[in-house]
């Protein structure tokens, strides 16, 4: 039976964060310059909030199920709000949607439609599409009463092993006593994010507790003259990856690098599409789409094309993004892992009114139907007093 779609309203989210607490993990990697909301990396260029930014989409059917989505959106949200409640909203709200994957499909494609022969064809548009993409595939797994890694596979697993991203601490001695505490519950496996000193990175690297492995993460800002040695470096200590190594559009460059170490390449959340991927599928090991820039048909879509190993990265994410990811990781034979930053469930969690749970070192599945989360009445109330709703 096809319902149609009554309403479709984006919500900008801004929350206050300790940014301390925050360096050296997703979403704040580096020290910050600067005053005021928006501020400067120390170490490349590139600006970071001191806040919690996210955009939340609700899509309402006229039968009053409600899906949720998010677009990923660290600096800016309105942004992607506004594509959403501007252009996405006219383009859906009175469609109908009978919950099918093709249905999904055929709205991806006429969201698109809306601004591509402009040229709006990637950056906050698609981010926009995506957040409103996550939100169809919860009501098609409402409309089914099953869970959305069930709509994407039969065989989906019921908890997805994690990795641990990043470290705090002033020391390479407290990073990795960091990670230890995590490696002591079970998680083998930690991803260092590169500021400006590599061999501080590889002394916490070195201090990591016996078993713990590691993957780095360049942020896209390895120097290239260097990078083929600072990479061996990498390959000595049998790192799992290097990712972001070099800038997203230095194509050759990866293929340089790849070519001339062992280590693996990983790459994935500065792209949004195939047609943007397509240059480095050869290139990469690995690739790391991230829900809130690919939605859930784009990243099965980048999943099938690539044929490899797929990690989806999960940097500031609230509940409908990191559910996103826990399904598709679930779904997919050739994931083996998914991102899990401690802060970030944790500010995700107290807006569910079912917390996302980790258990023995792995994402445990929703159960329920769609992605099995919904927001408490702390959401409602942090919306309506910033008047974001």
């Not at 005021?36 to 609700?58: D, H, K, M, N, Q």
């Not at 040229?119 to 957040?131: E, T």
């Not at 200590?237 to 230095?250: F, I, V």
């Not at 959401?379 to 910033?386: I, L, Y």
Request: aromatic share 8%; glycine share 8%.
């Amino acid at each position: 039976m096809a319902h149609r779609i009554v309403a479709l309203d984006a919500i900008p989210v801004r929350l206050p964060r300790d940014l301390d607490a925050a360096r050296g993990t997703a979403g704040s990697p580096t020290m910050l310059a600067g005053t005021g909301t928006y501020r400067w990396s120390t170490a490349y260029p590139v600006l970071y909030s001191t806040c919690f930014e996210t955009a939340i989409i609700r899509v309402e059917l006229d039968n009053g199920l409600v899906g949720w989505g998010e677009a990923q959106a660290p600096l800016a949200p309105e942004v992607a709000c506004t594509i959403a409640n501007l252009l996405l909203r006219p383009a859906l709200v009175g469609e109908p949607f009978d919950g099918t994957v093709q249905r999904i499909g055929e709205f991806w494609s006429r969201m698109q439609a809306t601004m591509h022969v402009r040229g709006q064809s990637g950056g906050f548009m698609i981010d926009a599409m995506s957040g409103v993409d996550i939100a169809l595939w919860d009501l098609a797994g409402k409309l089914a009463d099953r869970p959305v890694s069930r709509l994407i596979s039969e065989a989906a697993r019921s908890a997805v092993p994690v990795y641990l991203s990043g470290t705090t601490g002033a020391s390479p001695a407290e990073r990795a006593a960091f990670a230890a505490g995590f490696h002591d519950q079970g998680i083998g496996l930690v991803k260092l994010y590169y500021e400006t000193d590599w061999s501080e990175l590889l002394a916490t690297a070195d201090a990591l507790p016996a078993g713990m492995e590691f993957a780095v993460d360049a942020l896209w800002h390895l120097p290239p003259a260097e990078a083929v040695a600072m990479a061996k470096m990498l390959d000595e200590r049998d790192a799992r990856w290097l990712e972001c190594p070099l800038d997203p559009e230095d194509v050759n460059g990866h293929a340089r690098l790849a070519a001339a170490v062992t280590t693996p390449l990983a790459v994935g959340e500065s792209y949004r599409t195939v047609r943007e991927l397509q240059p480095i599928f050869n290139i990469a090991t690995i690739l790391q789409p991230d829900l809130g820039r690919c939605g859930i048909t784009g990243t099965l879509a980048i999943a099938a094309a690539f044929g490899g190993p797929i990690i989806p990265h999960v940097s500031i994410a609230m509940g409908p993004q990191l559910a996103a990811a826990v399904h598709v990781a679930a779904a997919l034979d050739h994931c083996p892992l998914c991102e899990f930053n401690p802060n970030v469930l944790a500010t995700a969690n107290a807006f569910l009114a079912k917390p996302l749970t980790l258990e023995a070192a792995a994402y445990q599945v929703p159960a329920s139907p769609g992605l099995g989360i919904d927001f408490n009445e702390r959401f409602a109330a942090v919306t309506a007093a910033e008047k974001m709703v």
